[in-house]
């Protein structure tokens, strides 16, 4: 968050991501960046967890994984 949050450029191993992310984000009207904990983003949770177990490439063209829309219905329900 507070590397996206910066203007500064980003020299770590993430940093061309982070810079992607950063101009993405200077094209939008109104930006807000917040911390969320794990349990209020399943999606990106086990997503994350997915690719961890993966070895070869995989396109996500138009069907939602299973266990994506599982975490929707869950992040849906999620009261913080």
Not at 23 to 41: A, E, Q, S, T, Y
Not at 51 to 66: G, K, Q, S
Request: hydrophobic share 45%; charged share 20%.
């Amino acid at each position: 968050m507070t590397a996206i949050s910066t203007l500064k450029l980003d020299q770590s191993l993430l940093g061309n991501v982070v810079g992607d992310i950063q101009h993405l984000i200077r094209n939008l009207h109104c930006v807000r960046i917040d911390c969320i904990r794990r349990g209020g983003n399943q999606v990106a949770h086990v997503l994350a967890q997915f690719a961890r177990n993966i070895t070869e490439d995989r396109y996500w063209m138009e069907d939602v994984l299973p266990i994506a829309r599982e975490a929707l219905y869950q992040d849906a329900n999620f009261v913080d």
